[in-house]
């Protein structure tokens, strides 16, 4: 079974990058890695998904290496809005035809002025 | 684009009873998830759907819970009896058809307590 490890919590100030590492072993090997931001008392929002290299969108960058073990969730320029529960999420391998879809323990940033 | 809708938002119950949560995904979507958050910790799959067919459900503890998607469409997930510890937020998703795509769309959740 894959196994997700996070840091349980992280600081940063406005206007600074952010980095959030998960690291996952024994996931497939084909399919996407995926991270979600959530807020209290509203279900995880997606953020970016990709599968290898370096995936840019309009919120955030995300840096897979190629032995796929980790991934880096990269929050340009953070604002105080930024301040939530960060998870990945990836799937641990065919089983029976289908991937086990594993949640991280998920990352809790906090955004100070 | 209507998002996923769950209700009840909150549930208050005592242990041993029984409780079912409803679930309407985004139209279209052939994927539903159901979820299980306990405070302070990542959402944990109870059960995959894909159209009427159960995907995964190895995370059920089907002594007590149940779900069922009905025509494809809407989805529902009861516990009976209810014990202390299924107190949790019990979130629900649904995705468009991709067996590698994890982009998944969550509604706002109902938050269960058991006393």
């Known amino acids: 079974l894959a196994k997700t490890t996070q840091p349980i919590s992280m600081d940063s100030y406005e206007g600074q990058e952010v980095n959030i590492t998960c690291s996952h072993n024994?996931?497939?090997?084909?399919?996407?890695i995926t991270w979600y931001q959530q807020f209290p008392s509203q279900g995880p929002r997606f953020i970016i998904q990709g599968y290898k290299t370096k995936v840019t969108n309009e919120v955030a960058s995300l840096f897979i290496p190629a032995d796929r073990k980790s991934s880096t969730l990269s929050l340009p320029r953070v604002s105080l809005s930024d301040t939530a529960v960060y998870y990945c999420l990836v799937g641990d391998g065919f089983s029976g035809g289908y991937n086990k879809l594993i949640f991280g323990a998920g990352t809790r940033l906090a955004v100070h002025p | 684009e209507a998002g996923v809708a769950q209700s009840p938002r909150y549930k208050i119950i005592e242990k041993r009873q029984s409780v079912a949560f409803w679930c309407n995904p985004i139209?279209?979507?052939?994927?539903l998830y159901w979820y299980q958050q306990i405070l302070g910790q990542g959402p944990k799959l109870l059960i995959q759907?894909?159209?009427?067919?159960?995907?995964?459900d190895s995370q059920l503890p089907k002594d007590r819970f149940s779900a069922e998607r009905l025509k494809g469409v809407d989805s529902t997930l009861k516990i009976q009896p209810a014990k202390l510890e299924d107190s949790a937020v019990y979130l629900c998703?649904?995705?468009?058809?991709?067996?590698?795509?994890?982009?998944?769309?969550f509604g706002p959740g109902t938050r269960l307590t058991v006393t």
């Open positions: 139209s279209g979507h052939a994927t």
């Open positions: 759907f894909q159209n009427n067919g159960v995907v995964d």
């Open positions: 998703a649904s995705s468009l058809e991709s067996p590698t795509s994890y982009e998944q769309y």
């Open positions: 024994n996931i497939a090997t084909n399919d996407y």
